[in-house]
């Protein structure tokens, strides 16, 4: 029996409309919450920072900067059935590549396309999600209770509501809380230090000597933004062997631009000790360590648990064996082709609701996150590092087919994948970005 649920689906960012999509097109009865004032996520630029704690996530839902654009081709960037073309007027950013402000028109247009604003809340912030009491003593039917905080146009007026649900959907927590080093004297320096959630634009650096400790995507792309405004950029990475030849040459092509090993230290009067023995006096430092999972709001007596951003135990990244099928996650694994995986995640956890995909049992589906991760960790994945897929195609295309019949990624776009993947990692950090059209590609999606 195909069944309808009422299922609450936290978060419009990418990974909750594609959830929203898929249950009402299961036949489940939806309601979006999403605390900012429109769709997108993070993808929703927010020029305000946490200038507060910035160090922290205090203020701004939102780690976008001003110069952020895609790292995966537009082809690729885009839902199996709603490919992401430029504009037809000539208006927005129609490079393969393009800025935050595009792929945000896009999640707009998807919204639009299918009707999902008619299920979304905005300005609405889920406080606590918790197991509601059975209907009857005997149900054994698990139900959750959601208490949000709705906010009108005025300050003060917030309401605060509850309503139980069949099922809740998360699709937050991602990206939201700073992952921080423990760095010596880190609590003692006293000049500017700001985790990168809280970067926007560069002119506040003009001048400065800047450390930057980390140097993976949003690492390098502040690293190049400010080599051009401050005085002087240092980088700390945690070993140089890790670095390709084509990072080397775009740090040799700037003369203000330095790699060190990871800071040893940091002192009072604002010098930095690196590993590596050398020494700066700098203005401030920005951390570009990346984010742990989070969900404040979610109470499952310790069934769920975050240690050292492994969610677990979660079945195939999606279900927690003790509340499944009636708590779910989309949107926890990382290194994926977004929002494509996101869309299989969301159409597997809609048809498991209705009741067309039955799920294994509780101790087969925790034997088999278990298994899992003990096979990652033979392969020396450490634990922070459980739920990055990194570009598995084989893996990806199989959990689709398996679990709800998702199409697999046609041959021409894992061909560019693997080439778009090469560019990052072997092309000019600067310029992989500015690459020639790919003809197959363009004339496959009809432009």
Known sequence: MVSSKK????????????????????????????????????????????????????????????????????????????????????????????????????????????????????????????????????????????????????????????????????????????????????????????????????????????????????????????????????????SMEGLTPAVSKAVARHHNLHLHLQIECLCEDGQVTFADGSRVVADSIIYCTGYDFWFPFLDTGGLLTVDDNRVGPLFEHTFPPALAPSLSFVGVPRLVLVPRFYEAQARWVAQVLSGRRPLPPEEEMLRSAEEYHRAREATGVPRRLSHTVFFDMDYCDEFGAKHCGFPPLEGWKRDFLSSAVARVRDGDVESYRDSDLVLEGLRSEGW
Request: include cysteine.
């Open 7 to 238: 299922v609450c689906m936290i978060g419009a960012g990418v990974s909750g409309l594609a959830s929203a999509r898929e249950l009402l097109r299961e036949g489940h009865d939806v309601t979006v919450m999403e605390q900012s004032s429109g769709v997108g996520g993070q993808w929703l630029y927010d020029p305000r920072t946490d200038g507060g704690d910035p160090l922290g996530a205090a203020g701004a839902h939102s780690s976008m900067y001003a110069s952020v654009r895609l790292i995966s081709p537009r082809e690729l960037t885009c839902f199996s059935d709603f490919p992401f073309f430029p504009s037809n007027d000539g208006t927005g950013d129609a490079r393969r590549y393009p800025g935050h402000a595009e792929f945000l028109r896009y999640i707009r247009d998807f919204c639009d396309a299918f009707g999902l604003m008619d299920v979304v809340r905005l300005n609405t912030k889920v406080l606590h999600v918790g197991l509601a009491p059975p209907l009857a003593a005997d149900d054994g039917v698990k139900r959750w209770t959601v208490r949000w905080s709705r906010h009108g146009d005025c300050e003060g007026d917030a309401v605060t509501t509850e309503e139980v649900f069949d099922a809740v959907v998360v699709a937050v927590g991602q990206y939201t809380q700073p992952r921080l080093p423990t760095i010596s004297g880190m609590d003692k320096w006293s000049r500017r230090q700001l985790h990168s959630h809280s970067y926007r634009v560069p002119d506040s650096f003009d001048g400065e000597v800047v450390v930057i400790v980390g140097f993976h995507e949003s690492g390098k792309d502040i690293a190049q933004e400010l080599s051009g405004v401050a005085r002087e950029v240092h980088v700390s990475v945690k």
